[in-house]
């Protein structure tokens, strides 16, 4: 009976192929930008409202320097995923703490998967770049999805995402990484 073994064995290697063409098909391109508004379920009460789809051009900001870089827009609440050629792989809304960073570049220094944030928190994806008035600022998701607004008199350095946008972040954004941010 080999034949049939040999005929299931080229159905699997077949359907394998056809999977493997279908991931690198999809993977092409740019993605898509985030623009689905947070689930209410998984919002808290007294949360930010969600970042407005309209938040922002997809156009990387003038003056945000060249090269694979993260770039962070204060006026604009939106960070930009560019790769190496200059091209935009991702850019979405954010919702800023109380501490913001300087204009500049600065770069990746630490990553941290998760932990308890200052606000009380569980936050993941932790990406920091920069410290002003000894507090830390990082980019991060929270893993529940809320944006709370931040506690009354608190400074907090964490700019939070959405979940999709922070696990991108997160692989793009290795230590060392350049983070340029602008007004």
């Known amino acids: 009976m080999p034949a049939p073994k040999v005929w299931v064995t080229g159905l699997t290697v077949g359907a394998t192929a056809a999977v493997a063409v279908l991931a ?20 808290s ?12 051009p997809a156009v990387v900001p003038d003056g945000s320097g ?3 870089r993260i770039v962070y827009s204060l006026g604009q609440k939106r960070v930009w995923l560019v790769d190496a050629s200059d091209a935009s ?14 204009v500049g570049s600065y770069a990746v220094s630490s990553r941290n998967e998760a932990t308890t944030g200052s606000d009380g928190v569980e936050i993941e994806n932790i990406v ?5 008035s000894g507090i830390s600022i990082a980019f991060s998701n929270a893993v529940d999805g809320s944006s709370p607004p931040p506690a009354s008199g608190k400074q907090t350095g964490g700019i ?12 793009f954004g290795e230590t060392g990484t350049t983070v340029v941010v602008v007004k």
Request: aromatic fraction near 8%; avoid cysteine; charged fraction near 20%.
């Open 66 to 68: 060249t090269g694979r």
């Open 45 to 56: 009460a007294g949360a930010s409202p969600a970042p407005s789809k309209s938040a922002g």
């Open 160 to 171: 939070r995402m959405r979940e999709a946008d922070g696990a991108a972040l997160w692989k």
């Open 128 to 132: 920091y770049f920069a410290a002003k």
């Open 89 to 102: 792989r991702r850019t979405f809304a954010v919702w800023p703490g109380t501490v913001s960073p300087d």
């Open 24 to 43: 690198v098909q999809a993977d092409k391109g740019p993605h898509p930008t985030a623009t689905a508004a947070r689930p209410g379920a998984s919002a």
